[in-house]
């Protein structure tokens, strides 16, 4: 079995609700389907390294302009499909 990859939000999310929650890391981490060890690994990275524990600034600054890349281009997809559409429209009247 591999192990798997957890994004830095999902780890904080899981780790603050254990830190909140009423319930044991056990069952935290059962509702999320992940190994209560895991999620006491994550507990204390977050404890060490603050802030930092689950990515660094720069790795989340690069992702916002991945993402915003991608936006971008998918509106240049969106207005070249909704052109070709309506050239195939007027090719069809003629």
Same mark, same amino acid.
């Given at each position: 079995?591999?192990?798997s990859? @957890?994004?830095?939000?999902?780890?904080?999310?899981?780790? *603050?609700?254990?830190?909140?929650? $009423?319930?044991?890391?056990? &069952?935290? =981490?059962? =509702? @999320? $389907?992940?190994?209560?060890?895991? *999620?006491?690994?994550?507990?204390?990275?977050?404890?060490? %390294?603050?802030?930092?524990?689950?990515?660094?600034? $720069?790795? *989340?600054?690069?992702?916002?302009?991945?993402i915003? %890349?991608?936006?971008?281009?998918?509106?240049?997809?969106?207005? &070249?499909?909704?052109?070709?559409? %309506?050239?195939?429209?007027?090719?069809?009247? $003629?």
């Amino acid at each position: 079995m591999g192990q798997s990859t @957890y994004s830095p939000e999902f780890k904080l999310q899981v780790v *603050l609700e254990a830190l909140q929650s $009423d319930g044991t890391d056990a &069952e935290v =981490a059962r =509702a @999320y $389907d992940i190994h209560p060890v895991t *999620l006491s690994g994550w507990k204390t990275k977050l404890k060490e %390294n603050g802030s930092k524990a689950f990515g660094s600034g $720069d790795e *989340l600054k690069e992702k916002k302009e991945k993402i915003a %890349n991608l936006e971008r281009m998918l509106g240049r997809k969106e207005v &070249e499909i909704a052109m070709l559409k %309506n050239f195939l429209a007027r090719a069809d009247h $003629d």
